[in-house]
């Protein structure tokens, strides 16, 4: 699995990271949550674990962040925090699971590979959830776009976007419609830059432009 480790302990961290990549994985170490809201919105992982207690921020936040784009990238919450409420505060934001601290690696290992069959599990589940127009194909269980057959690596932000207008091809969805769908309220960059962005990485036209009311994607095929 490709994970990313939220962690600003820095022995747990190395400890962690040793084990997991011991394990075959191969991990991301951050320490902020700043610096772990940029990677995973970028990155593609299989599985965050999630310190909640960070420097510049609580880890919970970044988790509802997380779960407000709809991702379902499995997350497991690690944290000395151990009363009861805050364990339900870690699984209403949106966690797959808990550890608390102190605990065995093997214990972590043996979470994320439960994680990773019910992980797979649910994509089975949602593998007709497949939109194909023309040469692009948008997967929604494997949260995976792919144009001419060569994969398209998209931001959360704009697999959502994609997503969205897919939805609703041959429809116009309006810039109200596209924000509400894909870009939470605590998103810094306006919703052009991410279209600029999603149109640069999709390559040949596919997007339209409807001046004055939103964006458009039409099913030729
Ligand atoms: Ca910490």
Known sequence: ????????????GRAVQAALI??????VWLRLASDARARIANDDYDAIVLDLGLPDGDGLALLRELRDRD???????????DTIGERIDG???????????????????????????RSLGAHDEDAGIRHELGDLVL??????????GRPVALSLTEFALLRELV???NR??????LEAAALPESEGQSLDVHMSNLRRKLGAPLIRTVRGVGYLVEDTS
């Open 1 to 12: 699995m490709n994970i990313c480790l939220v962690e600003d302990d820095l022995l747990l």
């Open 22 to 27: 011991g394990n075959g994985h191969a991990v």
């Open 71 to 81: 991702t379902r990238l499995p997350v497991i919450v690690v944290t000395a925090r």
């Open 91 to 117: 699984l209403d934001a949106g966690a797959d699971d808990y550890l608390v601290k102190p605990f065995a690696t093997a214990e972590l290992l043996a979470r994320l590979r439960a994680l990773a069959r």
């Open 139 to 148: 997967d929604e269980g494997r949260h995976a776009v792919s144009r001419a």
């Open 167 to 169: 939805r609703h091809r």
């Open 172 to 177: 116009v969805r309006t810039r109200r419609q």
